[in-house]
């Protein structure tokens, strides 16, 4: 079976660099010009995949002209199995220099990837928004430079309140208590939750989990089954048994086009766009607002990173790209395509001329950026069909907790 997974694996890293038209980095560090040459692997942050590639051709024109010695090759892959070809390249030693990774990545490789505070140096380490630092940093050390920063606010259906007859949007738990039999009177819900096991728990559980004041670990063993998970799940089991939740998206995975809230049947979630959500329910039904509140207002946000693998054959000037590429001065473009923040607090790109994410933007520091743990992503899939169980009511809160924990714990060793 490993053998297996390992040659299902490569053939997935093989046709991706077919479809991209790369080849696996080579062992030497410069060209015949005696230049060095810096490989990076990149994917589609900008769903565009033309425009993905003219911007970071942009990014690589620019870098050149300031470091004339320096060549640099991106390799484009997709999101699918990113892992997998990860890891078979690590096995093969055919690796590039530098590579995109998001910070539970940043953990599940860390015997792999080096520091990078030195290659940023003490000004830009400085000036990150201190979750974003916190969300990459490792045992003291910064293990990606951060290129882009996201956030998963609350999001309110205009339209849908003023049907229920209300002006006022919800800020804390008990909010969405109090408002919810408004929205049962009218056929309705006021908030829409997917218990469903194939969504990550980051848009879902996990941000509950932390306005609960909890965490999902604590000194490298699962802590989410403590009083504040138990609090922060029966929290969701009650909102279902009042009916505040819409019931679809708790066992069946949909489309947004499928969903109550595009349809104008549920008033808020958190886990859409709002570019996204307003596609369809108009963008000026769309009603951004800071993360809901049980003891602390904390939502869910990404930070994308550029790491350097240890195999780096030009670190210095790995580092020089890395450095270079997760500016804001140079990034902006990037960012503005993709509708992304800087993590360098104050910069990046001017959204005042966009009432969504200049709104969006104002609760980057309610974020957190994930928790990082080599075995983040096995976990989740051991407690995210506990937590589908508890919500629909099949097991207690404390019952699933436990036994995901069990599960967790394993897995953990």
């Not at 293990?143 to 007859?165: H, I, Q, R, T």
Request: glycine share 8%; aromatic share 8%.
């Amino acid at each position: 079976m490993r053998k297996l997974a390992r040659t299902l694996a490569a053939l997935a890293l093989s046709a991706a660099l077919a479809a991209t038209g790369c080849s696996p980095s080579s062992e030497g560090g410069g060209d015949a010009s005696g230049n060095q040459t810096v490989t990076m692997w990149m994917y589609p942050v900008v769903p565009d995949e033309a425009r993905n590639k003219e911007l970071w051709s942009a990014m690589v024109s620019k870098f050149k002209e300031a470091n004339p010695g320096i060549d640099v090759k991106i390799e484009f892959f997709p999101w699918k199995q990113r892992d997998e070809a990860i890891q078979t390249a690590l096995t093969a030693k055919t690796a590039p220099d530098l590579i995109y990774l998001i910070p539970d990545q940043l953990s599940a490789y860390k015997e792999a990837i080096e520091p990078m505070d030195s290659h940023l140096g003490e000004g830009r380490v400085a000036e990150l928004l201190p979750n974003a630092k916190e969300a990459v940093t490792l045992d003291g050390a910064m293990m990606g430079a951060p290129m882009l920063a996201s956030a998963n606010p609350l999001l309110c259906n205009k339209a849908a309140f003023e049907k229920v007859g209300l002006t006022e949007y919800p800020s804390t738990w008990q909010d969405v208590v109090d408002m919810a039999p408004k929205f049962s009177d009218n056929g309705m819900h006021i908030l829409a939750y997917s218990a469903v096991p194939t969504q990550t728990l980051n848009l879902t559980f996990y941000p509950v989990l932390w306005q609960a004041g909890g965490t999902v670990f604590k000194d490298g063993k699962v802590n989410f089954n403590a009083a504040e998970g138990k609090e922060a799940l029966e929290y969701l089991r009650k909102l279902a048994d009042l009916g505040a939740l819409d019931p679809d998206p708790l066992s069946t995975a949909l489309e947004l086009e499928q969903t109550g809230i595009a349809g104008g049947k549920v008033g808020c979630a958190w886990d859409y766009t709002a570019k996204d959500l307003g596609s369809q329910v108009g963008p000026e039904n769309v009603v951004v607002l800071p993360p809901l509140k049980g003891k602390e207002s904390v939502g869910y946000g990404t930070v994308g990173t550029i790491a350097m693998f240890k195999d780096a054959k030009n670190k210095e000037a790995a580092g020089k790209f890395a450095a270079f590429a997760t500016d804001p001065a140079n990034s902006v473009d990037y960012l503005t395509t993709a509708g992304y923040f800087s993590p360098v607090e104050g910069k990046g790109p001017d959204y005042s001329q966009d009432p969504a994410l200049s709104e969006i933007q104002k609760t980057l520091p309610q974020m957190k950026f994930g928790e990082l743990h080599p075995q983040a992503r096995a976990v989740m899939g051991a407690l995210a069909p506990e937590i589908q169980a508890a919500v629909l009511g099949q097991k207690s809160p404390e019952q699933a907790l436990n036994d995901a924990a069990a599960a967790a714990e394993s897995i953990i060793g």
